[in-house]
Structure formats: C-alpha cells, structure tokens
C-alpha cells in the first residue's frame, strides 16, 4: 500500500499480522479466502469482529485466550495500531470484537483524506502498468443535432474520463486515446466537465498504417478466393475483389485503383478459440474491409491510430486496452478488437475489454434528449443552479467569484448525473423547465447531493471548532 493508502485497509493489515504471530496454533491459517476482519453490523458488540471460525483457528483454548486478551503485551500492542483501540473481547459465539476510540478514529481519517485530498486511497504508480482507454467515436451520421455534441457523446466522454481515473488510482500510467476523426469540442464547458490531461491526440497518417496495410497483405485470414467467401452474405462477396496471383505482398501494392481488401474474422475467431455468444464476442463477426480503392478505411484507421498511440506509451509489457463505446457502437467497438488483434498478433493486443454504455432518455419533459444538444443542457443546469443560488443568496450572487462558483458546481452536478446510473442502464434526466413557485428540480440529482456534502462539510468544520 502506497503512503497515500486507506488508513482503514491499512488498519485492518495490521491486525492480521499481530493476530498471526500472537496466535496460540502458530500454523494458523485463514480458511479459503476468508477476510479477517469485518466491520461489525452491530456496534453494541464493537466496530470490528473476527468471525468465530477465524478466531478458534488462532486460540482452540478459549481459557487461553482471555488470558491473552488480558494481558499486559496485548495493552502495549494495542497503542501500536494506525486506529486507536479502545478494547478487545470476546462473544459468546466466539467471535472477537474489536472497538475503536470513534472521535479520535474520526478525527484522524476525516484528517488525512482532507490532506491528501483526490490522492486518498490511490496506489503510487512504479510505472510498468499502462492502460489505454479508447473512446469509441459515435458514427458521424447520427453523432450530433445542427452541430451541436449529443447527451450520448457527452456521457461518453464522462465515462471515459471516470474509467482513467479509476485506473490511475490503481496505480496504472493511463493514456486516454482520441483518434484525429474525432470531432474536437472548443467549449469552455466541455473541457470543464472531461478533464483530458493525458489524451493522446494521434495522426494515423503515418508509417504506421504502411506497416498494417502489409501485415493485411501477407495475413492468412486475407480473402482472396471464391472459396474462402463461401460463408460470406451477398453484399460482403459483391464488395470482395479477388486477389489472386497478383504478388501483393506489401501495403503500397494493395492500394491499386479498385482494390477491395478484406479479413476473414471469422476464421480468425474459430482457429484462436475465441469465445462469442452472451459471455464473448457477437458471432456475427465475420469480416472486417481494410481498403476500399485506394482509400484505406474508417476501420483501418481507427486500429492505426490505437497501435500508433500503442507506440507512443513505450510500454514494454501488454497494456490495458479499454474501449468505451455506446450500446450502438458495441459491434464497431469489437469489430476495431479483431482487426487490431489480426494485423499485430501478439500479447499486447490481447488484452482488451469493452465497457458499453446506453443512452441518455428525459424522464419529466415532453421534449426527448435527442433534442437536447450537450450545450442546451450545460446551459439549463448552469441557469438553475444560478437561479438557486440567488434564491438562497439573494444580491449577493454578482461578479466573477460567484461566477466560478456557480461554473464549478454546475459541472459537479452534470458529472454527477450522467455518471450516477449504471453504464448498462439508459440514464433519465429530468429536463423540464420549472416555472416560479413550482418547486425544486428533482432531488436526486447532483445538485441535491452536493448540498448534502456541503452540510456535511459544515457539520464537520463546526466539529472541529467546538471540540
């Protein structure tokens, strides 16, 4: 555990280790996978307690147990701990209960997660674990309403944003990928709300793609006859041209005028054993277009860009690849895995993961979020939130400090509304607009969770000046 480390996992190591060496069977060992030390349902009987099967693993003699607990090497060790103890008995059922001194417990955690701040709880990185995580770009048609960012994309990249910084906190160097296809938001508000230090903003214009486009050329799983086609659909066999005896055998020679190159993923997928169906990949994936003319396609530059970001991290060892797509980009997000797999067949591909996320639907308007752009709903939650504080605040709610207030509790709230439902679920919002007297927006909302944290904060600063 790093120096940043949770005070309470750090606690309960501790105890383990001096249940260990003071136990009267010195073989002892936890059963299976059994935790230790739990956090009691009931405090009547303590904070923590050793379950009972644990406990005469350690002491099979009772009697020399409370011998133990009462002893002077027991009160010594007891001052040792990172949380003070306050004492330690036993049940009647056996288990071994273990209570803390709360205020001086309280006081000391509340301290150190104030001190380290968005630090509490993370491992220090030794930076040997990277972690790509690949934002899956929407498909360009239906991405977004008169140039404006959807409610989908905008969870999306939220998403993301959360699952690097989990990453992070685990100790991994994350490098958040963003091909040049993507659309590029200039807003103040979206820089705001996806904090995007570590992107990795890639050109696949470079020998990267050379280097694909022959690994296509001289892969086995190129189709490049009537029979490897035999179970391909009537629209995949009319775009296949054949490539016969041409000696094709490099990335300039496939771009000729009309070529058409593809890869057959589903022999891919049956000769590596790859597991499809509900628990694996969708077995509708049977072929993935390279070229198209002498234009490499959107797929193929999607997997160069992920390779050329590849490149980019240094990583000696397989990474953590993370592709995080909406539920109607899954496919394509799976499509962008084999390919990728198929042209660098090596560990540093295979290890990959798909995080879908759903859509995001209106629960109290009539309006849908379709017709919601991204900016309209900046735009309404920065208006209540505004509209709030001057309930509250009155007058005083002016000038640029209240500004930046008013901004940074706004993208608190958006965050924690998009990121509050599961991914797998649509997330509803409520996007009515309340007239005068009507009542406040709907309380589960971020709003009402960082006024809960703000009378928290209050509550505790009173503590600190009363005590």
């Known amino acids: 555990m790093a120096e940043s480390g949770c005070l309470l996992k750090c606690f309960s190591s501790e105890f383990e280790d001096f249940l260990k060496r003071r136990a009267q069977c010195k073989e002892f060992k936890k059963p299976g996978q059994r935790v230790l030390l739990k956090q009691s349902s009931k405090l009547r009987n303590g904070d923590f307690v050793v379950p009972s099967v644990l406990t005469k693993a350690a002491f099979p003699d009772r009697a020399h147990l409370q011998s133990f607990l009462s002893s002077e090497e027991v009160t010594v060790a007891l001052q040792g701990f990172s949380l003070p103890i306050q004492h330690i008995d036993t049940t009647d ?17 509340l301290s150190n997660v104030k001190k380290l701040g968005s630090n509490y709880g993370c491992l220090q990185s030794d930076g040997d674990r990277v972690a790509l995580v690949n934002s899956v770009p929407q498909n360009c048609q239906n991405s977004a309403n008169d140039g404006g960012q959807s409610l989908v994309q905008l969870r999306g990249e939220l998403v993301s944003a959360h699952v690097a910084a989990l990453l992070r906190a685990r100790g991994f160097i994350v490098h958040e990928v963003r091909s040049s296809m993507q659309e590029q938001h200039e807003e103040d508000f979206w820089n705001l709300l996806c904090n995007r230090t570590h992107v990795l903003e890639t050109d696949s214009n470079s020998g990267t793609r050379e280097l694909l486009l022959k690994a296509a050329a001289e892969s086995q799983y190129k189709i490049s006859s009537t029979d490897d086609r035999r179970h391909l659909t009537n629209d995949d066999t009319k775009a296949c041209r054949t490539l016969e005896d041409d000696g094709l055998n490099s990335g300039e020679k496939l771009t000729k005028q009309e070529e058409v190159v593809m890869l057959d993923l589903k022999r891919f997928i049956e000769d590596n054993s790859i597991q499809t169906g509900k628990e694996g990949y969708d077995p509708n994936l049977k072929t993935a277009t390279i070229l198209e003319g002498q234009q490499p396609t959107k797929l193929l530059e999607e997997v160069t860009c992920l390779q050329s970001s590849l490149d980019l991290a240094k990583t000696k060892q397989a990474p953590v690849v993370v592709h995080v797509a909406s539920h109607g980009r899954a496919f394509h997000s799976q499509l962008v895995d084999m390919t990728w797999r198929m042209l660098t067949p090596h560990k540093v591909t295979a290890t990959q993961t798909h995080l879908v996320y759903n859509s995001v639907a209106a629960r109290k308007s009539v309006s849908t979020s379709e017709q919601l752009t991204a900016y309209d709903f900046w735009r309404l939650r920065h208006s209540q939130m505004r509209e709030a504080s001057v309930l509250k605040y009155g007058d005083e709610v002016k000038g640029p400090g209240w500004d ?36 406040p927006q709907d309380n589960k909302g971020g709003a009402f969770i960082l006024y809960n944290c703000a009378r928290l904060a209050t509550l505790f600063k009173h503590y600190q000046e009363a005590v």
């Open 93 to 109: 059922d056996g288990r071994l209960c273990l209570k803390l001194f709360r205020p001086q417990t309280f006081h000391k955690i």
């Open 404 to 439: 930046a207030t008013i901004t940074a509790m706004t993208a608190a709230a958006v965050q924690f509304e998009l990121l509050f439902t599961s991914c797998q679920h649509i997330a509803k919002l409520d996007l009515s607009i309340k007239e005068s007297g009507e009542g």
